[in-house]
């Protein structure tokens, strides 16, 4: 490097920083010109999921800042000219062949309408599709999609699911592609599909044993763990995430033996009131419904965690964090809420417990102090991304109550629970090695748990024992705060029985 290249480079360092388009400027320049996140993560030097990171609204700094800044400024620019022809025709978009005489289904595509240089699969039928849409891949002549025409009843009830964009209104001079958008927000938002396998792989199962109800089912729950990992992919379709499956992970979070534990608290509750009000008192065993499954809605980090120190949190990420947890001054009356734990001193905690600690520090609920935070390993992270999988087991589940199912409705229990118990160390699922996760997804699960305590508490019950992640036993008319029935966000009683006396430890309760 010459002296004046030299002092370019730092007259660059100090300069006013590059400026940058809002996030959904950036996404939409990039699918503009077909190019996938991979592709344009390896020109800049960074990986996939922080470049899902800068499109979800985090700015990068410094030199990667500039690079970044620099090639959108480049797409911008593309953008702005016409793009060369690939055939001897007009310096315009391309557009699909024209359609039959008489046709109303087939016209010009409008601006969001891309042309692929090469084919990807179509999102609605999953066969190879040359355009892009919205940006969802698909075919814009529905005579070449395979996939079925969603019903048309169904067309104005179709809600967006959380961590789904939605995509641009439809011009109005467009009318076709108004119809074909319309197609691909069924085929993204609606479970129905990935519903479908479920329903598919009960049916095959009961015929291939002859309807024997007991074998199906074993059938199924034996090959859990490999269908669910083909549901997640089928949900993830047209996400908004790119996910690192096997990242590196810290010593923290390996088995320190063959069959030990990691270093990460999970916070299990193992609670029971020592003392109760005088008098005999009637307790219900409350059964939480589907914990894991509702535990599937938590702040997941998308990609390898990386090391800091200090006692900031960054709502925008999330993954294990070493603290000193804050004294607990309830535990006659309510769970601690990092679980029973003898030793005292600093510990490793996962996001739910942290979140759930820094919850009940704040000035709503004022129960104790905040943590003190040590050092954390964290990746950008959000509260979406199992929720399309999630919603579809849900719909599964609740269809299978609905309709006394017991087939169907075993096989997504353990869809769920074997999904959220395998993607550590386990060899029964090498697709998924997120060990994090695993941690997140139970602490979640014991979070919620205490917060119905909490609830339940604040509504004047009195709660006499929290187990894991179901179990919640209360004196009082817990009918008036809890709904009752089958369904995930809905309780059902396990047990009744009399607490006699002040000291139940170790008794009935």
């Not at 075919?139 to 395979?146: I, K, Q, Y």
């Not at 029985?497 to 009935?508: L, R, S």
Request: proline fraction near 9%; charged fraction near 25%.
């Amino acid at each position: 490097m010459s002296d004046f290249d030299a002092i370019d480079s730092l007259l660059a360092s100090v300069g006013p920083e590059t400026k940058l388009p809002e996030a959904e400027v950036r996404r939409g320049l990039r699918e503009q010109a077909g190019l996938s996140k991979a592709q344009v993560a390896r020109a800049l030097g960074i990986s996939a999921s922080t470049l899902s990171a800068w499109e979800a609204g985090r700015d990068p700094s410094g030199e990667t800042r500039t690079k970044y800044g620099y090639f959108l400024d480049g797409l911008a620019a593309k953008f702005d000219t016409p793009a060369p022809a690939k055939t001897p025709a007009p310096t315009k978009k391309p557009t699909p062949p024209k359609p039959a005489s008489g046709s109303a289904d087939k016209t010009e595509p409008d601006e969001g309408v891309i042309q692929l240089a090469d084919s990807e699969p179509c999102v609605l039928c999953g066969h190879p599709a040359t355009w892009r849409m919205a940006g969802f891949t698909q075919h814009l002549d529905a005579a070449e999609c395979h996939a079925a025409a969603p019903p048309p009843a169904s067309d104005d009830t179709v809600q967006p699911t959380p961590h789904q964009p939605e995509p641009p209104a439809p011009a109005p001079q467009h009318p076709a592609a108004d119809r074909h958008r319309s197609a691909a927000r069924h085929a993204i938002r609606l479970p129905s599909e990935p519903t479908d396998l479920i329903s598919r792989s009960v049916r095959a199962a009961l015929e291939a044993h002859d309807g024997d109800a007991e074998a199906a089912t074993a059938a199924l729950v034996k090959k859990a763990i490999p269908d669910a990992m083909t549901l997640l992919d089928e949900t993830r379709k047209g996400g908004r995430y790119d996910v690192i499956a096997h990242p590196w992970m810290p010593d923290i979070l390996k088995k320190q033996s063959a069959r030990g534990p990691d270093q990460v608290w999970e916070a299990r509750p193992k609670w029971t009131r020592t003392e109760l009000p005088p008098g005999e008192h009637k307790v219900t065993a409350l059964d939480i419904n589907g914990a894991y499954l509702s535990a599937l809605k938590t702040h997941l980090p998308l990609g390898q965690l990386e090391h800091s120190t200090g006692s900031d949190h960054d709502r925008r990420r999330a993954g294990v964090h070493l603290i000193t947890p804050p004294p607990w001054d309830h535990q006659d009356v309510l769970p601690n809420p990092i679980g029973q734990r003898d030793e005292p001193g600093p510990l490793w905690v996962t996001e739910p417990t942290l979140r759930l600690l820094l919850r009940l520090s704040g000035p709503k609920h004022g129960l104790c102090e905040p943590p003190e935070i040590h050092e954390s390993f964290t990746s950008g992270a959000t509260e979406g991304l199992l929720e399309k999988f999630r919603i579809t087991l849900k719909d599964a589940r609740d269809a299978a109550i609905a309709t006394d199912d017991k087939v169907t409705l075993e096989y997504v229990k353990a869809m769920y629970s074997k999904f959220v118990s395998t993607m550590g160390t386990s060899n029964y699922n090498r697709e998924l090695y997120r060990p994090d996760w695993m941690h997140l997804i139970r602490s979640q699960a014991f979070a919620n748990l205490w917060m119905k305590a909490l609830k339940a508490h604040d509504e004047g019950l009195t709660v006499v024992r929290a187990m894991g992640t179901d179990e919640l036993h209360v004196i009082g008319d817990w009918r008036k705060i809890f709904p009752e029935g089958r369904g995930v966000a809905e309780v059902k009683v396990k047990d009744e029985y009399a607490a006699h006396g002040v000291n139940t430890a170790g008794g009935a309760a």
